[in-house]
């Protein structure tokens, strides 16, 4: 089995060291940088398979870093910030970062966010032959003939509700900004209006979830925007790749 | 010279130094007897000298009048130049302002009586003076005898011609240096007659009779007791400021009793001399006689004869009195006045018989000490003054008189029909009361004759005809009219003192009213609306109120024609009017009058008339004045108040950041200390079991997790007190932001069982939601700090009437305290010396967002245990929603 390769951007030794501590134990293979400047160069030599970056580097933004490396990296990119502001988040997001984590953190938090980005990318990178089913909690949904199932029983979605839910199932747990959905569900000339997704993201709460208000899976990133998580794919299956983003 | 008497050149020295350290300019005068002595010579000379041992010497003007030798002297020395002044025909005039900016430290201003061109910043050439010496700028300047005020008079009576262009004697006397150039008068005849000696164009008219040799020695004698007086005061002041006289008598007080008459001017000048020989203070005092009535000419004489007295240094009293004798005396007593002033009147008596006012006094108080001075044109009772009606004025009440005592005997012709004459008289009488009331003394006086007259002529037998029958008539003619003419004159007077007392009664009303209301203010613009509003009408003025913004530069609140900035400056900067009217800057539109409080100017009030002139009347300056200070004292309450209010503040913020950061220390000092100690444990793992290093461990991230809770609302706090309370609002779901609060508190609620009971018909609500998720985060934090574990929270919401509710509630042991409120007054904890951490910031940063909102925040008990806590926010109109039918 290939170790995956991590590449840590942050310029406090001791955050470095206890998530490298962290991730070398979960048998990944670490390369720690404290400077944008190196981050570009371990980067090409390195050819990480995922990226955490802090967005407060010492001789650059971070989102200018995320950017570039959007410009030529796939690998997925984990934002540290300290910044509580939301714009920020969303900034790094648009910007191409995938997920991101709000300092301090816990170690639990982090393995699980870079497992799930791990998987996402490598079905993302894998996946040929495409089922169109997908999995999370006890639904499962056809992407293509549009059937839902909860509890083996047919859910009935509006076409915007199900425009909504793919998006995310295609998102593979990513955090997706209002702006993003608004585009690939409304179109342009709906970028302002955030409250028709919370609108239709309640609706959807209230066909697929337990508890609506406290949701499992359509997890609420507040003033960011949402993410699909417990997805499950079968093997060999990909739900097509969400190339919008 | 061995009797222990100072030195004069030391006593010299020591005036000197005392004006240098009072930061003020030194004046020195080249004093003259009159043209052509050599002043300007003289000064130039000091001055070369003083150039060449290096000063910094400049010449401000000087007049050379042509003169070769004169000229030469000025050359070499730098020159502030001249400006142009004045519109249509430019005149040179000194440059009071290149001057003050020269940076020199000596300046040479010739002609100290000059009067400026129209359109200077001052009427004279002395005030100039007076500025630059204000500024610690040393003057030299020249002025001849006859152009001091106080002896302006005898030398207009040696030679013949008034001088117009005066100099106030203190400047005169408070000249640190007076320089005596003395020419004899045979020496000046004959520089004179080669042609060296220039005069000023109004003398030279006088020109043959000034250079007589009689005339220069009477000059030369003038100007050399001036200057002999001068050392004598300087010597005595000296004596007075090192207290060598051991007992020094109570100051004389002079006071010179002046009626309002051109003439008095000459008395008050006399008076002057007269006080400075007995060096006594003096006042000047008019008696304000009721029956003198409103005369404008008059009124503006005594304004002038004020103005001249206080140049001279005097005080000047206005008094209100009826018996002009008595008022002076008690007035005399009062001020402790040991010198009675008064001119003594060349004419006749106007009233035979009657004593004059000096003899008066001297018999009710023959102690008083009573100075009388032999005044030109005096003429008259000194302190009496007539009020002349114009002409017309009185041909308009005499034939308005003519017609009431016509009517008066219509009517007595029909009563006659049934009363007798005896009534008919009674009638006549109410007819001169009335006209006496109305129109005055003479019309009175008037009425009454013409009462008799009718009387005799319409009602007595023979009627129609002056002839009397019955002898007895005479005498009740007589009677009638001595009676008639009585009444008249009381009633005249009645009237007058009525319309004084009205007069007076406006103003002090005025005054108590505009008084009263600058007592209540609070608010600088509340003083602008009195101004505007009781003020300006009392002067039929425009009034605008100037005060001093940043740098002490003064603003005006409202942009208006009228206003000077510059001169305005100028009066707050002196403290000194300035503007129409005045002497200084009197081109501008309106008059700046300064307003100064006890401890400082507060500004300046503007006056501007408009198209009527200034008013001069001396009981509206006084008015004006009173007004002013009035507000002064109200500009200066509201300064301290706002001092004080901003010290109280600043006080409270100490007292409450004082609080925080104690409080703060406590609550961050304490998981520091955990995790500092827990951690040390950790260093030395060999000592420890498997498991107690994994409780350390956990227990690091727990008290790690409390500090990061206490950090977030302090941040959150710091930003909203810094930034106030800006809110990010948007139409949200309920749901939305109880899901994410509710998963961002699992980990502290953990065992806890939580409920949500959210309808899902909720509207949208338009909040900032991260701040009503700290709200929520903060209400869940308190349940999970305050309840025991096993315990249920429970979230709800729901809408009633105009409001969202969103309530947590738990069913722990209910809220400590009688009120609920006091949990939201920031630092108030639940319970004292609890061991359970936070700050008591929580609570109250979650009523600061929600009253942000619009909304409410409320907790309280509930029967038998468990606390609520109940938030409502204001339900909007939210945003219609397109039907996604019309969009598939």
């Known amino acids: 089995m290939i170790k995956p390769r991590i590449l840590i951007v942050e310029d406090e030794a001791d955050i470095r060291r206890f998530v490298r501590l962290a991730l070398e134990k979960e048998g990944m293979n670490v390369f720690e940088t404290a400077t944008a400047e190196h981050a570009r160069i371990d980067a090409a030599s390195r050819k990480p398979d995922l990226f955490i970056v802090d967005l407060g580097l010492p001789d650059d933004d971070g989102k200018t870093l995320i950017r570039e490396l959007r410009g030529w990296v796939s690998s997925p990119i984990l934002v540290l910030s300290a910044r509580e502001h939301e714009t920020e988040k969303v900034e790094a997001l648009d910007a191409g970062a995938d997920d991101y984590l709000v300092k301090p953190f816990g170690v639990p938090e982090l393995l699980a966010r870079v497992r799930a980005q791990l998987r996402r990318s490598s079905i993302v990178s894998n996946g040929a032959a495409a089922s169109s089913i997908v999995r999370f909690g006890d639904v499962t949904v056809d992407l293509a003939t549009h059937e839902i199932l909860r509890f083996g029983e047919a859910v009935h979605l509006t076409p915007i509700e199900f425009r909504l839910l793919s998006a995310l199932i295609r998102g593979h747990g990513k955090v997706i900004t209002h702006r993003q959905l608004l585009m690939e569900v409304w179109g342009p000339g709906y970028s302002e209006r955030p409250h028709y997704i919370r609108i239709y993201m309640a609706q959807l709460r209230q066909k697929l979830e337990d508890d609506p208000s406290q949701p499992h899976h359509l997890i609420t990133e507040l003033q960011v925007g949402y993410r699909l998580s417990g997805l499950e794919i079968s093997e060999g299956s990909t739900p097509p790749s969400n190339s919008t983003v | ?888």
């Open chain 2, 1 to 888: 010279m061995t009797d222990g008497r100072p030195d004069p050149d030391d006593l010299l020295q020591v005036v000197k130094e005392e004006t240098h350290r009072s930061g003020r300019g030194q004046l020195k005068i080249f004093f003259g007897a009159c043209a052509g002595v050599g002043k300007t010579f003289a000064m130039l000379q000091a001055a070369r000298q003083l150039h060449a041992e290096g000063a910094s010497v400049g010449i401000g003007i000087v007049e050379t009048h042509g003169r070769r030798e004169t000229q030469a002297l000025t050359e070499g020395l730098p020159v502030v130049p001249l400006k142009l002044v004045g519109s249509g025909r430019p005149i040179k005039e000194f440059d009071l302002d290149g001057a003050l900016a020269s940076g020199f430290k000596l300046l040479i201003v010739d002609e100290l009586a000059h009067t400026n061109a129209a359109g200077s910043r001052h009427a004279k050439r002395w005030q100039d003076v007076e500025e630059l010496l204000d500024a610690g700028i040393d003057v030299y300047t020249a002025v001849n005898v006859q152009h001091l005020d106080s002896v302006n008079d005898i030398v207009g009576g040696i030679i013949g011609v008034r001088v117009r262009e005066t100099v106030p004697d203190r400047i005169f006397d408070r000249a640190t240096d007076v320089v005596l150039v003395d020419l004899p008068p045979d020496d000046l005849l004959t520089r004179m007659s080669a042609g060296k000696v220039y005069l000023p164009v109004s003398i030279e008219r006088a020109r043959q009779n000034f250079f007589r040799r009689g005339n220069l020695i009477a000059l030369r004698e003038l100007a050399l007791r001036k200057v002999a007086d001068r050392v004598n005061a300087d010597v005595r002041t000296y004596r007075i400021s090192h207290a060598i006289q051991k007992v020094w008598p109570t100051r004389e007080l002079v006071m010179v009793c002046v009626s309002a008459h051109r003439s008095q001017e000459a008395l008050v000048r006399e008076s002057a001399t007269l006080a400075k020989r007995l060096e006594a203070n003096w006042i000047v005092v008019h008696v304000d006689q009721p029956h003198q009535g409103d005369d404008e000419q008059a009124r503006q004489t005594l304004f002038n004869l004020a103005a001249t007295a206080q140049g001279m240094g005097a005080e000047f009293a206005n008094i209100p009195g009826q018996d002009v004798t008595q008022t002076l005396l008690d007035y005399a007593r009062k001020r402790n006045a040991t010198k009675l002033v008064m001119g003594n009147p060349a004419g006749r008596n106007v009233i035979p018989f009657r004593p004059r006012l000096a003899e008066r006094i001297a018999r009710a108080n023959p102690e008083i000490g009573l100075i009388l001075l032999g005044v030109q044109g005096t003429g008259g009772q000194p302190l009496r003054f007539r009020p002349e009606r114009t002409a017309p004025g009185y041909a308009k009440a005499l034939l308005i008189a003519t017609a009431a005592c016509s009517v008066g005997a219509f009517v007595a012709n029909l009563l006659l029909r049934v009363f007798d004459v005896a009534n008919i008289v009674m009638l006549f009488l109410v007819v001169v009361v009335f006209v006496a009331l109305r129109l005055g003394r003479m019309a009175g006086a008037w009425a009454s004759l013409l009462s008799v007259a009718m009387l005799d002529f319409f009602f007595i037998e023979p009627r129609l005809s002056f002839v009397v029958s019955d002898t007895q008539y005479i005498f009740t003619f007589a009677l009638m009219l001595a009676v008639a003419l009585m009444i008249s004159q009381l009633a005249a007077r009645l009237r007058s003192e009525a319309r004084v007392a009205r007069a007076g009664e406006r103003r002090a009303s005025a005054l108590a009213r505009v008084a009263r209301n600058l007592s209540g203010v609070i608010k600088i613009e509340q003083i602008s609306t009195i101004c505007e509003e009781a003020i300006a009408p009392l002067f039929d003025a425009r009034l605008e109120l100037l005060l001093p913004g940043a740098d002490n530069k003064l603003v005006a609140t409202r942009e208006y024609r009228f206003l000077d900035l510059s001169v305005a400056q100028w009066s707050y900067d002196h403290v000194q009017e300035a503007g129409l009217g005045t002497q200084t800057l009197n081109a501008a539109e309106a008059l700046y009058i300064p307003l100064k409080g006890p401890m400082a100017p507060r500004g300046v009030l503007a006056v501007y008339p408009g198209d009527q002139p200034l008013t001069t009347n001396p009981d509206d300056r006084r008015l004006l004045d009173a007004c002013c200070s009035s507000i002064a004292l109200a500009l200066e309450r509201i300064h301290f108040v706002e001092v004080a209010q901003d010290t109280i503040l600043r006080m409270e913020g100490e007292k409450l950041r004082n609080t925080l950061l104690s409080a703060v220390s406590h609550d961050l000092k304490t998981p520091l200390t955990a995790i500092r100690g827990l951690a040390e444990t950790l260093e030395h793992p060999a000592d420890l079991s498997e498991g107690e290093r994994g409780e350390l461990a956990r227990s690091i991230r727990m008290q790690a997790d409390e500090l990061k809770r206490l950090v977030t609302n302090l941040l959150d706090l710091a930003r909203m007190q810094s930034e106030g309370v800006r809110l990010n609002k948007d139409w949200h779901t309920m749901g939305e932001i109880v899901g994410s609060a509710l998963s961002r508190s699992a980990p502290v609620l953990a065992p806890r069982l939580i409920r949500a009971d959210l309808p899902a018909a909720l509207p949208l609500v338009e909040v900032d939601a991260p701040l009503i998720e700290r709200v929520l985060i903060n209400l869940l934090d308190n349940a999970a700090k305050y309840t025991p574990p096993g315990s249920t929270v429970l979230v709800r919401a729901g809408t009633s009437g105009e409001s969202m509710y969103l309530v947590v509630e738990d069913n722990g042991p209910g809220l400590p305290g009688a009120d609920p409120e006091k949990l939201f007054e920031p630092f108030s904890r639940g319970q004292k010396e609890s061991s359970i951490a936070g700050v008591g910031l929580g609570l109250s940063l979650c009523r600061s967002i929600i009253v942000a909102h619009g909304g409410t925040i409320h907790a309280e008990s509930r029967a038998p245990h468990g606390s609520v806590f109940e938030i409502r926010l204001p339900l909007g109109a939210p945003p219609e929603i397109e039907s996604e039918t019309g969009h598939d």
